[in-house]
């Protein structure tokens, strides 16, 4: 699994002109499925997710996670995050998951994360979303599970 997080002061999509989700302060985290992926990965990206120290600490450094500042945490399923890039004027999507496989994935990262933490909210997958965010920093970073 990939997911693209970034450090949010608030964050929130919509569908429709209609909020469908939103966080304060926390992470945004854009997460596509890979074809390989299952729920094993979705429970590491999950735990890497709460536990990635990207909140400061009384100095000032990178030092605390988003479990340990009790911050929101907005997931957005987000596919052309698995495009290859490598050739060409086009993306390929090869790197994505089925949508069936991708939804049940996505779905399941997020019933685990409403299991372990609180406040999680999402976009609605499959649909075309307005993510919208205020990001603190900067501070954006790319994670994999594998």
């Not at 970034?6 to 992470?27: K, P, S």
């Not at 590491?44 to 479990?67: C, E, I, K, P, Q």
């Not at 019933?111 to 954006?140: K, W, Y």
Request: charge should be neutral; glycine fraction near 10%; charged fraction near 20%.
């Amino acid at each position: 699994m990939i997911a693209l997080i970034q450090r949010v002061r608030r964050a929130h999509v919509e569908v429709a002109d209609h909020t469908i989700g939103a966080i304060e302060a926390g992470l945004l985290a854009l997460v596509a499925v890979q074809p390989t992926d299952g729920e094993a990965q979705a429970q590491r990206l999950l735990r890497r997710l709460l536990d990635y120290r990207v909140f400061a600490d009384a100095g000032g450094r990178m030092n605390l996670s988003l479990r340990e500042t009790g911050g929101g945490l907005l997931l957005v399923s987000q596919f052309t995050l698995a495009a290859d890039t490598g050739k060409g004027l086009r993306p390929s999507f090869d790197g994505a998951a089925p949508p069936a496989q991708a939804e049940r994935i996505f779905l399941y990262l997020l019933e685990c994360a409403r299991a372990a933490h609180t406040p999680v909210a999402s976009g609605r997958f499959g649909a075309d979303m307005q993510v919208h965010l205020i990001n603190d920093g900067p501070v954006t970073f790319w994670l994999q599970t594998a």
